[in-house]
Every structure is written in structure tokens, then in C-alpha cells.
């Protein structure tokens, strides 16, 4: 049987969608192919009118780098860099840091709550460092940010403060946000709820209810 198999599914420009399900139902899997991290074998993966199961991998990670926010469980930073140097670092390698980018750059982490851009990130503390994290997912202003258990290794507090920015930035940037998450708090903030069970969509909160 296939890891993942979804026959339809459409996201609405500017949702939030919560993505749940038991350990091995296919949630990392499901994140993989909406970001074109991993190729589908069969299908469409369509971000308006870009078909992903279409392009040739590195035009996936270019499309990927400008059209979609990652916030991963473990954070993904450069240690030895400073938090505004990481919230750069990716616009940086696809040649995309403009004026305006550095300057949202900036405004994006004062919105975190951070008020020392220079400090080096390894000093910083869990929750600080997913701020970081969010910072950067948004630079770009992309239109899709995907959070892969964003909560996870953080105390209820840190969590909190993780998913106000998480929806506040989100929304405030018009994007579409789908967060993978076993946290209750987390979960209950996003409208539309989606189950994966052993990769097949088991439950949809949209789709019940039509
Ligand atoms: N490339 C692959 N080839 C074969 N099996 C795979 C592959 N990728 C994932 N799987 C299997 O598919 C199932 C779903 O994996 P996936 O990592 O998407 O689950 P998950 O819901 O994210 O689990 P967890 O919450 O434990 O991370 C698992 O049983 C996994 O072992």
C-alpha cells in the first residue's frame, strides 16, 4: 500500500488547517509532498496552477524557497550565526535578500518579540530559537507556511507564544498555514482539522461539514 494516499484535497487561500494522526499515519509524509520536499508517484500536487509532481527537483527547491515557510520541530538553525543572519540565510542563498527583505527581516523578528537580532542563536533558549524559526519561515512573504510539530519541544508557555505567532504572522501575511501537531492547545486555534490514519485521510472537519 502507498505511505500516502489522498484522492482529493483543496486548501482554501488564507486557511489554517491542522494536520493530526498516530505516529507512522503519514503526517512527515503528507508535509513532504505539499512542500515538494518529496516527489509523488502518482497525482497532482497544485499550488495555484503550479503542478509540484511536475517539476524537476531543483525547480521544486526553488519553488519551495520562494513560495513556502517552513517551521520544523527542532528549529533547523546555523549555529555560530546570529538570529537575523538566519532568518537571512536562505533568501541569501537564492540571491533573493533585497532591501526590502533585510528590513522585513528586522520588523519580523521585533514582531517575535526579540529584541537583539545580533545574538548569536546557539545562546538562545528553545522558544527563542523558534521564533527565529517563524521569523525566517516568513521573510519571503510566502504564501504557504507548512510547521511540522512546531510546539513539540517546547514547555506550554514557549508553545503559546509559538503558535500566537505562528497564526498571527500567518495571517497577518494572508498566507495559508497547515501545522502537523499532537498539541491540544495548538490544534483547537487552527478551524479546519484534518486525520491522517495510516495514510489515508480518516477525517476532515471541512469536509463534514458540507
Ligand atoms: N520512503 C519510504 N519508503 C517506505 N516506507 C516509508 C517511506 N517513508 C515513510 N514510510 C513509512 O510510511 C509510514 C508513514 O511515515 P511518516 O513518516 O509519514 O509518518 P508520521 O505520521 O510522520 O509518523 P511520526 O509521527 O512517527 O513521525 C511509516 O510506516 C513509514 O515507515
Do not use: C, Y
Not at 519553488?63 to 546570529?82: E, I, K
Not at 540565510?89 to 527583505?101: E, G, I, M, T, Y
Not at 505567532?165 to 501537531?181: E, M, N, P, R
Amino acid at each position: 500500500a502507498p505511505v500516502l494516499s489522498v484522492p482529493a484535497l483543496d486548501f482554501a487561500a488564507g486557511e489554517n488547517i491542522a494536520v493530526t494522526g498516530a505516529s507512522g499515519s503519514g503526517k512527515s509524509t503528507f508535509v513532504n509532498v505539499v512542500s515538494g520536499l518529496e516527489h509523488v508517484r502518482e497525482g497532482q500536487v497544485d499550488w495555484s496552477g503550479t503542478d509540484l509532481a511536475r517539476l524537476a527537483e531543483h525547480r521544486r527547491d526553488r519553488w519551495r524557497a520562494a513560495h513556502v515557510g517552513l517551521v520544523m520541530q527542532d528549529f533547523h538553525l546555523f549555529p555560530g550565526l546570529s538570529a537575523l543572519e538566519n532568518v537571512l540565510l536562505p533568501a541569501r542563498l537564492a540571491s533573493a535578500a533585497s532591501a526590502a527583505v533585510k528590513r522585513r527581516a528586522r520588523d519580523l523578528l521585533a514582531g517575535t518579540g526579540l529584541d537583539r537580532p545580533e545574538q548569536p542563536v546557539e545562546t538562545m533558549s528553545r522558544g527563542e530559537m523558534q521564533r527565529v524559526a517563524i521569523a525566517r519561515a516568513l521573510v519571503r512573504a510566502p504564501g504557504v507556511v507548512i510547521a511540522d510539530e512546531p510546539t513539540a519541544s517546547l514547555d506550554a508557555d514557549s508553545g503559546q507564544v509559538i503558535a500566537d505567532l505562528l497564526i498571527g504572522l500567518s495571517g497577518a501575511a494572508g498566507a495559508t498555514l497547515i501545522v502537523v501537531s499532537h498539541d491540544p492547545a495548538l490544534i483547537s486555534r487552527l478551524p479546519r482539522r484534518i486525520t491522517l490514519d495510516r495514510g489515508r485521510i480518516s477525517h476532515d472537519s471541512k469536509a463534514a461539514a458540507i
